[in-house]
């Protein structure tokens, strides 16, 4: 706790927190604090935000694209799960990140699956866990070395 309170006294007084030199908290604060509200005023009663958000043209109409499509889906033959995927490209990834992600779907599917047979299926989620294993160990180093390089313009000397 005592390494937490320095770190975070070290970090706050490089530049102020949300600025031009932290622009994920300058950008997506806001959004997340009133995500944040919008879930806990779930359970207060009246006027609140989660209640004027969720309305039963939204509900009614959110029904119907679903059942519309389910039935659209069946009726072609398509798998039915094309639905969540439809929705969590919508709102939960960027485009450059859809690129990559469609690339690779397509290289698992039409040359790994060729290669490693159906072992394939359970090798891509150990594959998976790797890689973000690694992600994560690259992005602290790299933040580390930000930090260094930030404080460095703050000596005396």
Do not use: D
Request: hydrophobic share 50%; aromatic share 16%; net charge positive.
């Amino acid at each position: 706790m005592i390494a937490s309170l320095v770190f975070s006294q070290f970090i706050w007084r490089l530049a102020p927190i949300p600025s031009a030199n932290y622009p994920f908290a300058q950008e997506l604060w806001h959004l997340q604090a009133l995500n944040t509200l919008l879930m806990q005023t779930s359970t207060l009663e009246g006027n609140s935000m989660f209640y004027q958000a969720l309305n039963g043209t939204t509900v009614f109409s959110g029904l119907g694209f679903g059942l519309l499509m389910y039935s659209i889906l069946s009726l072609f033959g398509l798998p039915v799960l094309l639905i969540y995927g439809v929705v969590r490209g919508l709102g939960q990834s960027t485009p450059h990140g859809l690129i990559l992600e469609v690339a690779g779907a397509f290289l698992g599917r039409y040359f790994f699956l060729k290669k490693y047979g159906p072992m394939w299926r359970q090798y891509a989620p150990v594959l998976l866990a790797g890689f973000s294993c690694g992600m994560g160990l690259s992005g602290m180093f790299a933040m580390g070395f930000a930090l260094i390089m930030k404080s460095l313009g703050h000596m005396a000397y």
